[in-house]
T-cell receptor
Framework: DTAVSQTPKYLVTQMGNDKSIKCEQN?????MYWYKQDSKKFLKIMFS???????INETVPNRFSPKSPDKAHLNLHINSLELGDSAVYFC?????????????FGDGTRLSIL | QKEVEQNSGPLSVPEGAIASLNCTYS??????FFWYRQYSGKSPELIMF????GDKEDGRFTAQLNKASQYVSLLIRDSQPSDSATYLC???????????FGSGTQLTVLP
């Protein structure tokens, strides 16, 4: 059973389009995250949600809008896609919102902007 | 700006040798440290975490933490070709309760 699952796995689209990525965790965790990994492999936090509430919103363009309908789901909607948005986006979860908690990652969504 | 620094490598070791991966962090408030392994095209996978100064061993893996020097390391004993991957170091600060990742060290274990 997949613990943290993301869809789609691959997303190829044109500049200016709007797209969404979905994430679900079946671990019963309270906290979920979105990370962006660029071509240099840097994993950078974008958003963090705890029990459906936004906790962390790093310096991310407001074209990116997360939404958590319940604590098992955290989706990411991106408006007006730009070339620089090409990256791998990882969803992750941790049991509680604590600095001591390890995070479990989904398989990633590879976004390519043409 | 809280940073986590790693040598990007590539680091090559022969099969059976000890691989040593190093990481430094800038935030003295960091309390927890994590090592993730990431195979090419795959997601990061937790290998070890350490909170206290000293060594922590789990099978072939040993994590070492020195808070005074702001230094974390991961030793892999009896390295296998299947250990070839990028290893990501992450530090978690108590106040921000988020992970800051290094850029990773690419390890290649040569058969």
């Amino acid at each position: 059973d997949t613990a943290v699952s993301q869809t789609p796995k691959y997303l190829v689209t044109q500049m200016g389009n709007d797209k969404s990525i979905k994430c679900e965790q079946n671990l019963g965790h309270d906290t979920m995250y979105w990370y962006k990994q660029d071509s240099k492999k840097f994993l950078k936090i974008m958003f963090s949600y705890n029990n459906k509430e936004l906790i962390i919103n790093e310096t991310v363009p407001n074209r990116f809008s997360p939404k958590s309908p319940d604590k098992a789901h955290l989706n990411l909607h991106i408006n007006s896609l730009e070339l620089g948005d090409s990256a791998v986006y990882f969803c992750a979860s941790s049991q509680v919102y604590s600095s001591n908690q390890p995070q479990h990652f989904g398989d990633g969504t590879r976004l390519s902007i043409l | 700006q809280k940073e986590v620094e790693q040598n990007s490598g590539p680091l090559s070791v022969p099969e059976g040798a000890i691989a040593s991966l190093n990481c430094t962090y800038s935030d003295r408030g960091s309390q927890s440290f994590f090592w993730y392994r990431q195979y090419s095209g795959k997601s990061p996978e937790l290998i070890m975490f350490i909170y206290s100064n000293g060594d922590k061993e789990d099978g072939r893996f040993t994590a070492q933490l020195n808070k005074a020097s702001q230094y974390v390391s991961l030793l892999i004993r009896d390295s296998q070709p299947s250990d070839s991957a990028t290893y990501l170091c992450a530090a978690s600060s108590g106040s921000a309760r988020q992970l800051t990742f290094g850029s990773g060290t690419q390890l290649t274990v040569l058969p």
